[in-house]
């Protein structure tokens, strides 16, 4: 496995708020998002919501001395908050809002009864542990209610905690995409082109070339 | 000739976000609708009273509810459109964001089973004026004219009572109306017109694609595709931003929304957006009008005929629902057919690293294509076709959280895995099919015990592949990635699980016992009822299906038309 | 709200170390646009080449040195500097087109520079003959066009291999997507009228001849074929365009029209008056500054309009392109007014 780089060292979607490649819509979406604070919580109760932290860290982990992090949790509880839904669930999932409960609660549980603290409690290897079970399917006490371990994993927590992470300008930077496009979108699409308002990657032994072309972006 | 600064889409909305909510409070009233190709502008909109009993009621304005109105309307008939979503302007109201962009998908509950569950919501399901083609990707392809004629030239499937040559001639003409962009000649198929404009630039993806193709010793060509690449009226051309399937805030795609809707409002129709419609009311075996519900109450309109176009789950959820004692199985389903043959394409891809930068996040998502597979019926070697049907593949531009989400749970990587993968996001590019898969009775569409927001049992949704289908899987697979190791790419991986399309729930057919709806999409057991969108396909193609459903809408317009003259 | 300074920021001591490992002199501050460099050594070049060309012309005919004045009193010394007026005119169209091209294809190929740097020294050398009204040709400015009408040469060689050589050949996609085919011929087109204008100076004004022939006749010839060729590379992108504006089959049928006036005046006895011909340069003369105005109404009419100049410039109509039919038009004077033996007034 790939170590994570600085990629794009410099970059920042956000420079280009106030140029062509926003629009008024997309800088009120933003504007609302970003507003949401890592504490900010409506949705879920207080241990759903240490557990619901510590699961996002195992799901879509952030560098510990990350200036801006992406508040995931807190992103989740405002999709569960708002009741914004997919639009389908498997029949043996109950809807988002109660296989979230049920979720993690169940994984509290399971935690306890298998290393015997809470599950944000536990180091990251055991958490990983227990991912990894749930995951498979193969945690399936009676406090699941049912619920396949299996399904709420991929069709829950992959898809809701992996989406959350990617809607934040943070991400962006990190994956240097050109993160919104409206008036203005892209010119140059062809192999090793870039536009000026993309991000720049930062080629091995030229790292700082890319900095400095990061620093012009939406200027 | 314009003069920019009137509020077209040439100006920027630098400060513009129109001051109402269209997903809560209906646009489309007062006598006007929404220009939605200037900011801020209306256009005078003709409306009914409910008691007064108008022409036509059609359920949907998407594909085939929105292209039909648009025709009947510029044919002098008096017709009310409905639509269960809202009445978005894009220059607006549309972000460049994929989170918010949600909100032009069918969120509201749906349960999905079988041996292979489909995903709704983002990946098939519109809800707004314009349907699915608000959210679409624009990809205009013909059918192949034997399609038309599968059991009976191909052995499977089922005929459609169609003529392709018939077809050819609509086909003609929604291209005129969309002014589809395409290559000056297109490799597969009879000789057909030119398209109305040129086809667009291709990306590094697109030329990932070509260069696999060619290596591969097959053709390609670019797509045609639904947004134009040189002016048309107010609209600009594209600028390869690359949101397509989260809504064009720039009106260079040509949804219903910006080409049939308006010229369907000029003709006098009138729109109602945010009207669910829970009901068809019937007596003495015809339809007499829609129940809706729209701002806090349900409303009756009376109407002479009713066309239901809510695409391949609502339509029979709605005929299911509209159940009464003239109708207990439903209406329109004497056959037993209502809800059953659920079709969807094969969404399968190949996904690959390459060294060069791809970024394959900027234009249409699908800007190159290739055929080959819906025209070659016996193939080669390795290659040969073990399967009824075809397939067509195209070059892919996932968005940042969609290409998470594939990573996460096609790929199975989560954790550090994950975001250090996610890094290499812009040397990604992939080969993505929409392949022909059966129809098989026992996919189906059911009322669920689950109640939606209205009070309205909800849609449950059956799918399973059948050998058929995982032959073609198998097949479409291995071609793709030996294809993208061609073009360079390396550490392919399969996605195996993903579908696109919805069709077949309501087939036409030739005898009533064995479809729910004739050649002319008029349902055989009552004779002021349509069905007029993808549901009434009886097989589905290798090629996205809406060019087909528009000109089956275009079609039955003229046959609608004809018979009351 | 996360801004560029708190990255900058977020590890100062990493940042500054790296910036203080680089020790490179002639390293460019990202603070001027590599573009402004390019303007900068093309313009240099320009100038030098506009005191060169002064330099190098031997005195004329007349007594007492070089005199700028509106037109010269030979007719050759005058069709010679409207031959210039055209040089100057392909010159600058191809100094922005190439530069706003070049820019967008990044100079993938340090050979894009060269079309940059040719077209500004054609451009001075133009310019500087064009206020020339002397007979007696210049050794540099002629130097200079020679040079130029072989790097469009060279340029119409690398772009039809860039159109080759992509993933369908040369198909209709890649001629409208890939470099411009015929765009460079643009150069060469300045560069032989520019190298007619030298060869007329030098000519004998009551019988000037062109390669032992006669000069009128022949250059009328060549610039319909100009405007012959000139018509279809705009013809292509217009194509390109699907005609989506009526205005856009302009192009593609008046200079056609006439250049066939051209040819026909072209057989006309000697001294025969050539106002149909004469109307129709003029007309071409018009179309071309017309069509700078029609180009930016296609930019204003894009996504964005003028405002999302940063795009819209480079994927929209180019804006220096039109006034490369002015230029082959101001040629197709030059060579009338040397038919009809008399300078025009205008």
Known sequence: MRPRLDLYPGYDVLAKRDGPSWNAKTREVLEKRLAIGPETRRFFNEAEWSTMTALAERIVPQPADRADRVPVAALVDHKLATDTRDGYRNAELPDEREAWRLGLRALDSEARARFGTHFHELGAWAQDELLKLAEKGDLTGAVWEGMPSKLFFHQRILADVVKAYYAHPTAWNEIGWGGPASPRGYVRMDFDRRDPWEAAEAKPGREDEAYQENLQVGR | MRIPGLGNAA???????????????????????????????????????????????????????????????????????????????????????????????????????????????????????????????????????????????????????????????????????????????????????????????????????????????????????ATVSAPHGDAPPCVYRGFCTLGCSTNAKQSVLVSYLPRALKAGAEIRDLAMVGRIETRNGRATGVHYFREGKWRFQRAKNVVVAGYAIETPRLLLNSANQEFPDGLANSSGLVGKNLMVQGNQAVWGVFDQEIRSYKGPPSLAISEHWNYDDKGYGPFAKDFFGGYSYMSQGPLPQLWANTQASAHGLWGEALVSEMQRYNHV????????????????????????????????????????????????????????????????????????????????????????????????????????????????????????????????????????? | MPMPSDRASQSPGRRAASVKRRVAPVRVEAAVHPVVVLAAAAAGAGLLTWFAAGRSKPLGLAAGGRRYSPRGRDVTASAAQRLNHASTMLAASVLFDSGLEHYRGQFFNRAMYTPIVVSSVTLAASLHGAGDTDPGSSRVRHGVQALAGLTGLIGFGFHAYNVGKREGGYSFQNLFYSAPIGAPMALTLAGVLGVVAERVRDADPDEPRLASLPAGRSLAIATAGMLAGTTLEAGLLHFRGAFQNPAMFVPVTLPPLAAALLVRAATKPEGASQSSAKWGMWAVSAMGVGGVAFHAYGVARMMGGWDNWRQNLIDGPPLPAPPSFSGVALGGLAALELIERSRFRF
Not at chain 2, 186 to 196: A, K, V
């Open chain 2, 11 to 225: 100006d920027n909305p630098k400060h513009v976000t129109p001051g109402d909510d269209p997903e809560h409070h209906p646009r489309a009233r007062d006598g006007r609708a929404p220009n939605v190709m200037r900011i801020g502008e209306w256009v005078p909109m003709r409306q009914h009273r409910d008691e007064e009993e108008v022409d036509f009621a059609i359920v949907g304005t998407g594909a085939g509810g929105g292209t039909l109105a648009c025709r009947l309307a510029e044919g002098g008939l008096s017709v009310v459109a409905f639509d269960a979503g809202p009445y978005f302007r894009p220059l607006e109201d549309f972000a460049s964001d994929e989170s918010h962009q949600s909100k032009l998908y069918w969120t509201d509950e749906r349960i999905v089973d079988g041996e292979n569950p489909l995903q709704m919501g983002s990946n098939n399901s519109g809800k707004a004026v314009g349907g699915s083609t608000v959210h679409y990707a624009m990809v205009a392809l013909r059918f192949r004219p034997e399609w038309f004629k599968t059991r009976t030239l191909m052995g499977y499937g089922a005929d459609w009572p169609l003529d392709w040559r018939e077809m050819w001639h609509y086909y003609d003409q929604v291209e005129d109306d969309l002014k589809i962009s395409g290559p000056v000649s297109y490799p597969w198929g009879p000789h057909r017109r030119r398209y109305h404009r040129r086809a667009h630039e291709i990306n590094a993806a697109a030329k990932v694609l070509a260069r696999g193709a060619e290596a591969m010793g097959i053709d390609w060509t670019p797509t045609p595709l």
């Open chain 2, 429 to 565: 590019a992939g080969l993505k099919v929409v392949s022909e898969y059966m129809p098989q009775e026992r996919n189906r569409v059911t009322l669920a015990d689950v109640k939606d927001q209205y009070g309205l049992p909800v849609a449950r949704i059956t799918y399973s592949w059948c050998d058929n289908d995982k032959a073609l899987n198998r097949h479409a697979l291995k071609f793709m990635r030996e294809a993208l190791s061609a073009a360079g790419g390396r550490e392919v991986w399969d996605q195996g699980d993903d579908t696109c399309h919805l069709n077949g729930t309501a087939r036409m057919g030739a005898d009533p016992r064995t479809s729910v709806v004739d050649a002319d999409c008029r349902s055989w057991d009552i004779p002021n009822l349509y069905v007029c969108d993808g549901s009434v396909f009886p097989t589905v193609g290798g090629v996205n299906p809406s060019l087909t459903i528009q000109a089956v809408a275009l079609r039955t317009a003229d046959r609608i038309l004809s018979r009351r003259r």
